[in-house]
């Protein structure tokens, strides 16, 4: 990581600087000097260095203004101070700005090797850890990608689905109309069968309200935004999923049941991404199955594990064994070409995995498959 250590000596007085730069020296520094904080800064800005040592009493910039302009610019760069006997008091106000260490005048050699060896850790140590965070960063960066693509991914079958499921209501609503626009038109808008006319208007309602549902629920899905975990009422989030579903089963002609406990806890969850994972096993159902079949939604509470349980079981084709451990690595499918990438399921084992909970699977072939959904009673933010 460091491929040169340079350090900078900072003292007033030239015969420490000379005798305390042999002993830095030899412990593989390349060492430069300054004979106050003034000019010692201006080194810091010029060279750069991963460490300073700096005398504490000097003209011009003593060595804790120093320390304190050298954290406040450059952070990173370790400071040890230079006390002398009795000075404990500066020595304690070091520290307290991130001093990594101080040695006592006159300067003992062990002791300034032994204050060497925790910069360099110390120091290292630092660098790791930022390094770390930027790997976590962009973890999370390439997660959220990911997460989005399959989103999309999603959008473009529920869109296809939807299209469909609000074409069927806008027809009745215009058939409606056309009707109701001849039953005025017929009778001079007098003698009106109200009844039947208000009959009318509410299927019309009936039906511009299925629609705008659908359309919110699918707005919703589709927005692109930060993972957001809030109290989640499972029936309410079951229900939606399956309204964005619903068109899609019935052009396949697959049953949807939901049996879901009157009881169910709430869960601590981000609506979103758990719609989402509903989703798409839902859609990995139907693929299963083909045409014709059953698909159960179910809901229930397990308080022995204090958990959540939402199950999506079919009655597909099923998996066989020597492929069911490897369904959830990233890119690995089941499915025939051109039926998907194999992210679905990956995806969702990273999203339980952030909720602190996990999804599992129990299949046999021939039989169909379940995935079950498990979330920590309260939930757990991740």
């Excluded at 000019?39 to 910039?61: H, L, N, R």
């Excluded at 939901?258 to 979103?272: G, K, L, Q, T, V």
């Excluded at 939604?297 to 079981?313: D, F, L, P, T, Y």
């Amino acid at each position: 990581m460091t491929d040169q250590w340079k350090l900078l000596l900072v003292d007033d007085e030239q015969d420490i600087r000379e005798v305390t730069s042999l002993v830095i020296k030899d412990q593989g520094f390349e060492v430069y000097t300054a004979e106050d904080g003034v000019t010692g800064f201006e080194m810091v800005e010029s060279v750069a260095p991963q460490i300073v040592v700096t005398d504490v009493k000097m003209p011009k910039m003593g060595g804790i203004e120093l320390l304190r302009k050298v954290k406040e610019h450059f952070e990173d760069i370790e400071v040890i101070v230079i006390t002398a006997f009795g000075e404990m008091n500066l020595a304690i106000e070091a520290l307290q700005l991130d001093a990594s260490d101080f040695i006592n005048k006159p300067i003992d050699d062990a002791a300034l090797k032994l204050a060497l060896s925790r910069a360099k850790e110390r120091y290292l140590s630092r660098q790791h850890l930022k390094e770390y965070t930027r790997f976590l960063e962009q973890k999370n960066l390439d997660q959220a990608r990911i997460l989005h693509r399959d989103k999309l991914i999603s959008l473009g079958r529920l869109s296809a689905s939807v299209v469909h499921e609000i074409n069927n209501p806008i027809s009745g609503i215009l058939n409606y109309a056309h009707l109701m626009n001849r039953m005025i038109k017929k009778r001079n808008g007098s003698d009106i069968d109200m009844e039947k006319f208000s009959r009318f208007l509410d299927i019309m309602e009936s039906e511009s309200s299925r629609i705008s549902e659908i359309v919110s629920s699918l707005l919703t899905f589709s927005r692109k935004s930060e993972a957001t975990f809030a109290r989640v009422d499972v029936k309410t989030l079951l229900e939606k999923s399956a309204l964005l579903c619903r068109h899609k089963l019935e052009l396949s002609s697959i049953e949807l049941a939901m049996e879901i406990d009157p009881e169910i806890e709430p869960i601590h969850a981000d609506f979103n991404q758990i719609q989402q994972s509903i989703i798409n096993l839902v859609f990995n159902a139907v693929d299963a199955i083909g045409t014709g079949g059953k698909i159960t939604i179910s809901a229930m509470n397990k308080k022995e594990e204090g958990q959540v349980w939402i199950v999506v079981r079919d009655n597909g084709k099923g998996i066989d064994p020597e492929e069911i451990n490897h369904i959830f690595e990233p890119f690995y499918t089941t499915k025939d070409e051109g039926y998907g990438v194999g992210l679905g399921l990956s995806i969702i084992f990273g999203i339980m995995d952030r909720h602190g909970g996990s999804i599992e699977a129990d299949s046999k072939p021939g039989t169909g498959t379940a995935f079950t959904l498990r979330f920590p009673f309260g939930g757990q933010d991740r």
